[in-house]
């Protein structure tokens, strides 16, 4: 590729691909012969793309390549002739494109040609090279936002209009839209929308991921939380076993809606980068997988994806106290023999600040292991952390009964190792220093008592 930043993927009919950069114009993989072709942006001549920042890629019935770009508007690329037609907005013209930004560009089963532009919606006629704005439909409803993120068709013939103020359904074949009311994702900015293998519709925006429940008419939203979706959703395709396979800005998200098992795969095991882009993603007819990013294309089967679950244990690692080592037989007296061999500790009231260090020690997923972990007497529930310690401070008197457990990628979860940790009371605080004060009391009175 001629950049590293990848910004659109499409395959067209020959199941070769096209894929669109942040700043270099638009490639051509052909994929039987594995060679690359570029096409860029010229100041000095017309028949080339009028922007190299591409953010959409589709094709019409006569399988030339419609590319939507960051302030060039909509280009048409003749791939034969390597020539290309800018349909730029004029304002003096109310035929021409609503606006430069085309980030969504979608050719219907009747071959209509959709133009998401973040000034609206237009259906664009190739032959007369003429535009039509979309702002209400038939009945006079209006579309969510005119701010155009996202075009998607389903297998029911509807198109999905994915804005920066959630979604709206259109019916093209009458042009009404859906109840936008129910179908809107209130204040989303809508990044990608899909159909599953159960042809359940599937949105990915800034705040989460959502499916549309055909019955209620309504979308259910997982919200981004720990061990889901960590970070924004930039694109989702689904595989033949029912996956949705999501690229983020933390890596790549498989997860199954059945089982709502979730695995996590970054860098480390092969991705470009953890960090992917808008509009970047592709399904193959094959069901090879494409997505992009600041690092190029990552693409790969599904199938051929099995991640080994490795059985995890925890060790404990070391005891501080005030960010100093306890080492076995010192000053502490805390220790006889290694923390990761000893069932019970005391610590003596004036080391009221200690850490308890751990690890599961495992090498191939340390970065997607956490750890849960609990004290009972002052946590309720179990706590998380991705750190490889726990600190206390300032615990009373008393006995403390310490729990962790590792948890890998897969969910999969270690046993759960546990340590007694008694705090042990200050001096003046103890049996035995009550005691000698009684006694002085009792021996004081009576000494009183007789020289009186």
Request: with cysteine; proline share 2%; net charge neutral.
């Amino acid at each position: 590729l001629n950049d590293e930043v990848v910004s659109a993927i499409s395959q067209d009919k020959k199941g070769n691909f096209w894929i669109g950069t942040n700043d270099k114009g638009l490639n051509y993989w052909d994929r039987k012969n594995n060679t690359i072709s570029y096409y860029t942006s010229s100041e000095r001549s017309a028949s080339t793309l009028a922007s190299n920042n591409i953010k959409a890629i589709a094709f019409d019935d006569r399988e030339q390549v419609l590319i939507g770009t960051h302030n060039g508007g909509l280009n048409i690329l003749n791939p034969a002739t390597g020539s290309v037609k800018r349909f730029l907005h004029n304002e003096n013209d109310p035929n021409s494109i609503a606006g430069n930004l085309v980030y969504s560009v979608l050719k219907d089963y009747k071959g209509r040609i959709w133009v998401g532009t973040r000034s609206g919606l237009d259906q664009f006629d190739s032959k007369k090279g003429l535009f039509s704005h979309i702002h209400l439909d038939k009945a006079g409803k209006r579309l969510s936002s005119d701010d155009i993120t996202y075009l998607f068709e389903d297998s029911r013939r509807r198109i999905w209009i994915g804005t920066t103020n959630g979604v709206t359904l259109l019916y093209p074949d009458n042009m009404l839209f859906g109840n936008t009311a129910k179908s809107q994702i209130s204040d989303d900015v809508v990044t990608c929308i899909t159909e599953d293998s159960n042809q359940r519709i599937w949105v990915g925006s800034r705040e989460g991921l959502s499916f549309f429940d055909e019955a209620s008419q309504t979308f259910i939203t997982h919200r981004s939380r720990k061990d889901f979706i960590t970070g924004t959703i930039y694109g989702i395709e689904s595989d033949q076993e029912g996956n949705l396979w999501i690229s983020t800005n933390k890596g790549l998200v498989q997860y199954n809606p059945a089982t709502k098992s979730v695995q996590t795969f970054d860098e480390s095991d092969g991705l470009q980068n953890n960090q992917f882009n808008d509009y970047a993603f592709c399904k193959a007819r094959d069901g090879m997988l494409l997505y992009g990013g600041i690092n190029g294309v990552s693409y790969f089967y599904p199938s051929n994806i099995k991640q080994q679950s490795l059985p995890l244990k925890v060790s404990f690692t070391a005891l501080e106290v005030f960010g100093r080592m306890v080492n076995m037989g010192d000053e502490t007296e805390i220790l006889e023999n290694p923390l990761d061999q000893t069932n019970k500790i005391s610590i003596a009231s004036e080391y009221k600040q200690f850490t308890i260090r751990f690890n599961a020690f495992n090498y191939i997923s340390a970065n997607r292991t956490h750890y849960l972990y609990m004290l009972d007497g002052v946590d309720e529930n179990w706590q998380r952390t991705d750190d490889l310690k726990v600190v206390y401070n300032n615990l009373k008197a008393g006995n403390y009964h310490f729990k962790i457990k590792a948890v890998g990628p897969n969910g999969e979860t270690s046993a759960v190792r546990s340590l007694q940790i008694n705090v042990l009371p200050p001096w003046y605080n103890t049996w035995w220093f009550y005691t000698l004060v009684f006694a002085f009391a009792i021996v004081g009175a009576y000494v009183a008592y007789r020289i009186i």
